[in-house]
């Protein structure tokens, strides 16, 4: 009568520890960061024109040389310009188009834009199903002639809302880029 309460007891105590473990084979999902080697930002003037076309180009990313920046053309003052970014990862063949990416997953992205200078503002003209802007898309608007600067940094996993400053967006960035603009 010993050994069946016994062996009850073994059975009951094996089961529940069996209940109880923590071998989970479900594999965690991973979502590996995307190689971004160009960045193209193209500005075309309110009502039509000749777009300006600012590049980074980087195609052996995080290698010894630096990025090739490339500007089609000055800015012109006191004019709005309607801003778009494409992002690709040239290391295949043909191109991966990475902005459709950012675009599919729009509440884990958000560009943010740095200027000084010439350039007035920079307003974004997309937004993710939140409500919190994106900037795959926006506007920019040059001030006086002179120099200036456009700080373009997309960053994976930003506090949304928040302030529209890196600084209080954390994440990691994907990409950076300042360009060297003139605007006359």
């Known amino acids: 009568m010993k050994t069946i309460k016994f062996l009850s007891m073994a059975i009951l105590a094996g089961s529940f520890l069996a209940s109880c473990s923590s071998d989970d084979n479900s594999p965690e999902e991973i979502n590996e960061e995307e190689t971004i080697t160009t960045m193209t930002v193209t500005l075309t ?16 990313g995080d290698g ?36 459709e990416e950012v675009a599919e997953e729009d509440d884990e992205h958000q560009f943010f834009f740095v200027t000084t200078g010439s350039i007035d503002t920079v307003t974004y003209s997309d937004e993710d ?20 600067t456009l700080a373009v940094t997309l960053r994976h996993e930003p ?26």
């Open 45 to 60: 003037p309110d009502g039509g024109g000749t777009a300006i076309e600012l590049k980074s180009q980087d195609l052996d």
């Open 64 to 99: 010894p040389n630096a990025p090739v920046i490339t500007i089609s053309g000055n800015l012109a003052a006191s004019t709005t310009y309607n801003g778009s970014i494409e992002l690709l990862n040239e290391t295949e063949t043909p191109a991966e188009d990475i902005t």
């Open 129 to 148: 199903g939140d409500g919190n802007p994106v900037g795959i898309e926006f506007s920019l608007t040059t001030g006086a002639a002179g120099s200036a």
């Open 159 to 184: 506090k949304k809302p928040n302030n529209g400053t890196l600084s209080d967006a954390g994440g990691e960035t994907d990409i950076t880029q300042t360009f060297s603009l003139t605007v006359e």
